[in-house]
């Protein structure tokens, strides 16, 4: 990443904070939900002979399942 022209880096105006843990529960549960949802959509399609769908459904659980940890790792 380059400099700005003016030559400073870019610095947020605020110290970045952690989230509320009661924020951070209430998103986790959240994508747990959408991630269970998501398999039901992957088994759903893969009893029904629709692999590609089943292999979407899949991904999009395992992807809502990583930022569900990731949200309440780092906050």
Known sequence: MT???GGREWRPAE??????????IG???VALLF???FGGVAVAAWSGGEVFLAAMGAI??????WVGVLT????
């Open 15 to 24: 110290p970045v904070t952690r989230r509320p843990l009661i924020e951070r």
């Open 72 to 75: 309440m790792v780092r906050g």
């Open 35 to 37: 991630g269970t949802l």
């Open 3 to 5: 400099a700005p022209r």
């Open 60 to 65: 999009g659980c395992l992807m809502t399942l």
């Open 27 to 29: 998103l986790a549960l």
